[in-house]
């Protein structure tokens, strides 16, 4: 365990340390994530994250948007449980027109999504 990881839990240490996209997967798939809920999220099939389980090998926009997952499960893990940031990122949020986080990452609007996060952070979340 580093300096930077102590005192975390397990799940939210192994999500810190993830950089290749097989850590990444399967950090995510510690807090909670599906391989299909990853797929969605990377506007790619389930078959493409087992690949990425095994192998690490993924294509640059597959990249992009899984550590766009990533960092934002990454934000709110400091608040939530691993089920609480699936839920969060999974539910319809009224700061996004009511839809849900997870279908705006493979539209490439995570943007959006990371305002929601820190709305949601700062307390101001409805």
């Known amino acids: 365990m580093t ?3 102590a005192g975390l839990s397990p799940t939210v240490a ?3 340390r993830a950089v290749a ?3 990444i997967v399967d950090a995510l798939e510690t807090i909670g994530y599906t ?3 990853i797929a969605h999220a990377a506007g790619a099939s ?12 993924i294509r640059a926009d597959f990249n992009d948007r899984i550590r766009e997952l990533f ?13 609480g940031v699936t839920q969060w990122v999974s539910a319809k949020n009224v700061l996004l027109n009511n839809q849900r986080p997870i279908d705006l990452i493979p539209k490439d609007q995570s943007d959006l999504v990371r ?10 979340y409805v």
């Open 14 to 16: 192994k999500l810190r």
């Open 71 to 83: 960092e934002i499960s990454l934000l709110l893990s400091d608040s939530l449980t691993g089920r």
């Open 21 to 23: 996209a097989n850590e």
């Open 115 to 124: 305002g929601a996060v820190e709305a949601y952070l700062d307390g101001s």
């Open 35 to 37: 391989q299909k809920q």
């Open 46 to 57: 389930d078959r493409s994250v087992r690949n990425w389980a095994k192998s690490g090998a």
């Open 3 to 5: 300096e930077a990881t």
